[in-house]
């Protein structure tokens, strides 16, 4: 049914096709449709287990090789490393575990999006009264007639038959920042969702008014149902890291398996037994494989998702926060995300005079100043006479209240109630000390006209005088050019005079002005009348038969949904990072255009596309356009779907930000998708990654900032464990060729402690180096740069080879007439010695230690003394030699290892006091070139 145009058709033709009557169902016909079509719920994909989640943490190549290296030493009776590397594969899946299933809620809360009940009409025959009841909105069915009313949700997508100043608050859906005056009649077919004002949606609230409507889509049909179906179609992408980290573990995989078959071949060609090259061999897998990375690189992106928190990010995803560093475009909402979802007064007209006015929001705080003049500031409205006398109109004329709600000791919140519009009117004359209730009770109400989409005004009728109630003000808001149609005077420098055609044109041509600067801008007149005259006065009013000669034309006022203080410096600060910002929104094409402008987003010879011209696009069309793209107006969460899949195509890294329950799709499908988590519905926090705690787009920035610094670390992680890995096989490649003796330099277990425990720390440690000073100035990562890049790869061959070479020297010199064990804990000792060094080189990519000291990061520095004081335990202490196969060194060993340790220190400074000399060159040319 519900691919039927609904907003189409005639009432008659929809009550034919659903089988109903503007009296609705009987009980019974209710239930056998309940039956046919289904609970009016929205479904959602089953989601994985506990258990699922928990196996899913070990599916990757590094997981599957060390569980390959604990059956083979099982089988040789090696169950002391089988344990700790069973250990360690246990290790890396509880950290994932335990931070996933934190947030791996998904999709439940779009059962919360309907409201539990509604009123129906039920039980009408010819004989009795019809009967509203309430019903739960899971059993409401098509051909239902439902009865709508200010604050209701609306329970199912429905054609509306009957209205009375109803307005609905449809931003969630079609991201409109104005409550929807709905109306009757028929629109036509090809028309944006927004635009279709018979009809209500699911999730939906009424603001204001009542109305009555036929329900002819439920559950999964409706909009909402929908939005739904492409969240659960949308594909689970997988992060840029994991893609990396997946290509990097399965050539390091294939690596190991060579060099391990290739040391094992060496082994038995030289005469070794078949048994020790066995052990030889998987002491070489293990060495080959840095087995601490799966637990380095969640440990790393956990220190990241508790540094966001605390900048107002949420990450329930962890590899979403390596996402972030990667980011090239950011497709972002306009409503409530750029903007504060606050209409507020900017600029008002009268006497002759342009008003402009500060603040943003409903907090009645800001300046009303004359002109372009800061300075001129107007304190009181009863020093203006004619600036007092639209504010009084703009009051009176008015159904809204503005609230103050203590919410802590602290700080103050401001609400609207009613139409938002208006309630901009009322926070604008409270910045001038003017408020509705003195207003209310010195001038009553006596009676009213409702604002009209056919007549486009309202009216109130106000006593002037309580001691005199025959004397009446008249006050009148609506559209400019209807109020201006019932105007034949204006009020100007304190008199009411003729509006003449040079007056008329002035008032358009401002009115013009204000409208193409995005404002929504209305009218206001005024007249005295006696009270007898308000019945008569109404009638006129209403059948276009008033005589304008003695309403007096008193102004302007435009308003807009103003955008977030901080927003122009957040969108600055993401294009210096290489960032493309693009705003998708519900609302009009010029308003989108004036905000877009106004913080940054709209440049100069950008592209504008609205919704329609967006449908009639094929993905090729749209592929070659979107890169110039800075604005997509009056769209759908299709189109929004269909943007970041095009974005997708060009290899962009996308994220979508948003905060109604149209966004969800696009959320989705997007590398990362960011919810609103104030305005945000629960469909946009459920299915985001991340969620900003303060809605705040600069924390967008932030977050971006701390996904590069993670990216940043974990590469030095990386770094730092594949150096100790490489740098173990060269040393184990090198000693088989080098000595005659039958066992390997390294046991399994030794490499183990170096790799797990001695690193670990220093691992965590290096997570939580803080951001390089060129962090936000550099282009964001290519999708398919690799981890292990040329640079990167030359820093760890070097490193590595003087680890190697250091380690056998000591070995060679020092331990020539030692015994087995004491060349094993020489070597041991020399490598863990060594990786220590090494974790202090890594802070930096070319900032020298000297430069960086240990107060920028103190974790580095009681990482240090952790893995040291781990190793003199391992060493030194009777009941670790028992475990590790270890013997106490003396105090000469100790000097000996920890001077050519040092040797890496300073050999690594060189490199890098050579990079920044290249870097300073390059950029001293890039100068010259340049003038």
């Known amino acids: 049914m519900s691919e039927i145009a609904y907003h189409k058709i005639s009432e008659d033709e929809i009550l034919s096709q659903l089988n109903t009557s503007y009296r609705g169902l009987t009980e019974e016909e209710a239930k056998k449709r309940l039956e046919e079509f289904g609970p009016n719920e929205l479904t959602v994909k089953k989601k994985r287990t506990k258990l699922q989640l928990f196996i899913s943490q070990f599916a990757n190549g590094i997981t599957y090789i060390l569980i390959a290296a604990a059956i083979i030493s099982a089988i040789v009776a090696k169950y002391v490393n089988v ?10 899946g509880i950290i994932g575990f335990v931070q996933e299933s934190r947030a791996d809620e998904a999709l439940k809360a779009l059962k919360n999006l309907a409201s539990p009940e509604a009123t129906v009409i039920r039980n009408c025959n010819q004989a009795t009264e019809c009967i509203e009841v309430r019903v739960n909105t899971g059993d409401i069915v098509p051909g239902d007639m439902i009865l709508l009313e ?12 009957s209205v009375a100043n109803l307005e609905v608050d449809e ?29 209500v949606y699911s999730g939906t609230i009424v603001t204001s008014g009542r109305g009555r409507a036929i329900v002819f889509s439920t559950g999964m049909k409706t909009e909402m149902g929908k939005i739904t179906t492409l969240i659960d179609e949308a594909e689970e992408l997988e992060s840029p890291l994991q893609k990396r980290i997946a290509i990097l573990s399965r050539n390091l995989g294939i690596l190991a398996i060579i060099v391990s078959l290739l040391i094992f071949g060496i082994g038995l060609l030289r005469g070794f037994a078949f048994v020790d090259m066995l052990l030889f061999g998987i002491a070489t897998l293990v060495s080959s494989i840095p087995s601490g990375l799966p637990a380095a690189i969640t440990i790393t992106l956990a220190i990241g998702t508790q540094k966001m928190v605390k900048r107002n990010a949420i990450i329930r995803k962890l590899s979403a926060i390596d996402s972030l ?25 009268t006497n002759d005079t342009i008003y402009n006015i500060s603040g943003v929001g409903y907090k009645p705080e800001g300046n009303i100043t004359i002109g372009e003049n800061s300075e001129n500031i107007i304190q009181n409205a009863s020093t203006d006479v004619a600036l007092n006398k639209l504010f009084k109109t703009a009051i009176l004329c008015n159904d809204a209240h503005l609230v103050e709600n203590r919410i802590s000791v602290d700080s103050l919140g401001w609400q609207i109630t009613g139409d938002p519009t208006e309630g901009a009117l009322l926070v604008a004359g409270a910045k001038v000390h003017l408020q509705k209730e003195d207003f209310r009770r010195n001038y009553p109400r006596l009676d009213e006209i409702p604002f009209d989409p056919k007549n486009r005004f309202m009216v109130t009728f106000n006593q002037i005088d309580k001691e005199n109630s025959s004397k009446v003000q008249l006050h009148l808001k609506g559209a400019p050019e209807s109020v201006l149609s019932l105007s034949d005077k204006i009020f100007i420098n304190g008199n009411e005079e003729t509006i003449d055609e040079g007056k008329r044109e002035n008032i358009l041509n401002t009115f013009n002005d204000f409208a193409s600067r995005g404002l929504r801008v209305l009218g206001f007149a005024s007249m005295e009348i006696r009270e007898e005259q308000i019945e008569n006065i109404k009638d006129q009013l209403l059948q276009g038969t008033f005589d304008p000669s003695h309403l007096a034309f008193l102004g302007l006022i435009g308003m807009i949904d103003p955008p977030r203080d901080e927003v122009k410096k957040a969108i600055k600060l993401a294009k210096s990072a290489g960032i493309h910002v693009i705003m998708a929104t519900g609302d009009h094409k010029l308003t989108a255009k004036t905000i877009g402008e106004e913080i940054g987003i709209v440049a100069p010879g950008s592209e504008i596309v609205e919704g329609v011209e967006l449908e009639n696009m094929s993905d090729q069309q749209l592929d070659d356009l979107i890169t110039n793209v800075s604005a997509f107006v009056r769209v759908s969460p299709t189109h929004k779907y269909r943007v970041v899949s095009s974005l997708k195509r060009q290899n962009e890294i996308v994220a979508m930000t948003g905060d109604g329950a149209n966004d969800a799709p696009a959320l989705k499908a997007a590398d990362v998708g960011i919810a609103m988590g104030i ?9 985001a990654k991340m969620v900003l705690t303060d809605d705040n787009f600069a924390s967008i920035v ?6 590069r610094v993670v990216s940043d670390n974990i590469k030095k992680g990386i770094k730092f464990l594949l150096t100790t890995n490489i740098g173990e096989v060269l040393t184990i490649l090198l000693s088989i060729i080098l000595f005659r003796d039958n066992i390997p330099l390294f046991t399994a277990l030794a490499i183990l402690w170096v790799n797990l425990v001695t690193d670990g720390s220093l691992t965590v440690a290096l997570a939580r180096e803080p951001k390089e000073q060129d962090v936000m100035k550099l282009p964001p990562k290519s999708a398919s740069e ?4 040329k640079t990167l790869l030359f820093e760890i061959l070097f490193t590595s080879v003087i680890m190697a070479a250091g380690v056998l020297l000591i070995s060679l010199l020092h331990g020539s007439t030692a015994s087995i064990a004491e060349k094993q804990t020489l070597a041991f000792t020399a490598l863990a010695f060594f990786q220590i060094v090494n974790a202090i080189n890594c802070r930096s990519r070319n900032q020298s230690i000297f430069q960086l000291g240990f107060r920028s990061n103190r974790s580095i520095a009681i990482g240090l003394v952790i893995s040291i004081g781990l190793q003199i335990i391992a060493v030194q202490v009777p009941f670790m030699n028992v475990i590790l196969g270890t013997v106490p060194l003396d105090l000469i060993d100790w000097l000996i290892i920890i001077s050519g340790a040092f040797i890496l220190l300073f050999a690594d400074e060189l490199r890098k006091l050579v990079l920044r000399k290249r870097n300073y060159r390059l950029e001293k040319r890039r100068e010259e070139n340049q003038f």
């Open 786 to 789: 690799k981890i292990l890049n």
């Open 679 to 687: 305005t945000g519905t629960d469909i946009t926090k459920e299915t």
């Open 150 to 161: 200010a604050g209701d949700k609306v329970p199912a997508d429905s054609r509306l038959i």
């Open 83 to 92: 344990a700790v590397i069973v250990a360690v594969i246990l290790l890396n």
């Open 325 to 349: 560093g990667a980011v090239s475009t950011i497709v972002t909402d306009k409503t409530g995300t750029l903007t504060t979802n606050q209409m507020t007064v900017r600029k008002m007209y």
């Open 171 to 199: 931003a969630m859906l079609t991201g409109e920042s104005l409550p929807v005056r709905k109306q009757l009649g028929m629109f036509p077919e090809k028309i944006p969702l927004a635009d279709r004002k018979n009809l």
């Open 702 to 707: 932030n977050a971006v900032e701390e996904g």
